[in-house]
């Protein structure tokens, strides 16, 4: 059942919720249903908002402003590491001695800067929120340990046909074809359904469009010629709507296969290695930077650019021709 629910009062439309066994209602100003279930989720957020100021009550109210966003879903987790040190704080309270005390801690916790410098910029963002939306009047600077470099690690061809080859089940080695192939994030390819599989066109669309969560950008790429021999044998097997699968069921991780795969071959592969290789592959192969972030998802060529750029066989070589004695 949902939170709360759109009832009339008096022949007007208006909210309607529970707190405990109290039943709130709170009039929407319109009689017109579609109106009314425009102005509703955000009144029921206002409405239910935690009153409070600390960076706890803070968090809460933001992750009901952003209900249904995927960034929500990844602050659940964040929010265990940031909630013991920064919970009952005051948000304008928070200060660079707390944000680097944080650090140290979670350093000797042996986690690494790039997950610091996230769950730090989650706090930022929720403090920030806040400030924009009045419920501090100041957003305190939140110092972040320097985000690390990008991972240079990618496999070469023969690394990944000695990765595929060492996989110990068939879906797992579907999936390492299918983000080397497409480029796709892991969460895209493990979420591909068959029904935007299309073998006529041979193309694949990542994004699903009854998905309303914003996420990262998923491309409509084609299908080559290894992959679609793949997809085709799969598809002639499969037992559920998704295209990776395991005995009847849709598969939510190949992190662990994928990493057994790599040990056997001698390397330490990470399903985001996959996506990085299929970039350097083609940049390597001299094709644009453009069309590199367009089949990559990517809104604009600078990222791409700026973590690909040398491997491209004409990097920076016009450059060194100017300097020639």
Not at 305 to 323: C, F, I, N, T, W
Request: net charge positive; aromatic share 8%.
């Amino acid at each position: 059942m949902p939170e709360w629910r759109i009832t009339r009062l008096r022949k007007e439309l208006c909210l309607t919720w529970h707190e405990g066994d109290i039943r709130r209602r709170y009039r929407l100003g319109t009689d017109d249903p579609k109106e009314a279930a425009r102005r509703a989720p955000a009144r029921y957020a206002e409405m239910t908002r935690p009153k409070g100021s600390t960076v706890k009550d803070l968090w809460e109210s933001y992750c009901l402003d952003k209900a249904g966003r995927s960034v929500v879903t990844t602050m659940k987790f964040t929010w265990k590491a940031l909630e013991p040190f920064f919970g009952s704080i005051e948000g304008e309270a928070v200060t660079i001695a707390h944000c680097r005390a944080y650090t140290d801690a979670r350093r000797r916790a042996k986690k690494k800067d790039g997950s610091i410098h996230t769950e730090l910029g989650h706090l930022r963002s929720v403090l920030v929120w806040s400030q924009k939306n009045r419920l501090i009047a100041h957003a305190p600077y939140v110092e972040r340990p320097p985000k690390p470099d990008p991972k240079d690690g990618y496999l070469t061809r023969q690394e990944v046909a000695s990765l595929i080859s060492a996989a110990n089940a068939p879906h797992v080695k579907l999936a390492i074809l299918l983000m080397l192939a497409t480029g796709a994030r892991s969460t895209a390819a493990l979420e591909l359904t068959w029904d935007r599989v299309d073998f006529g066109r041979r193309m694949i669309q990542l994004r699903n469009p009854f998905d309303k969560m914003r996420r990262k950008a998923r491309a409509t790429v084609p299908i080559n010629d290894s992959l679609l021999a793949a997809l085709t044998e799969a598809h002639k097997g499969a037992l559920t709507p998704y295209v990776i699968e395991w005995a009847g069921d849709r598969v939510k991780s190949v992190k662990k296969g994928i990493g057994t795969a790599g040990g056997k071959i001698g390397r330490e592969v990470s399903p985001h290695m996959l996506r990085h290789s299929a970039a350097v592959w083609m940049v390597e192969d001299g094709h644009s930077f453009e069309e590199v972030a367009q089949f990559l998802g990517h809104s604009n060529t600078a990222m791409v650019y700026r973590v690909y750029g040398r491997y491209s066989p004409d990097y920076l070589r016009k450059l060194a021709a100017s300097l020639e004695v």
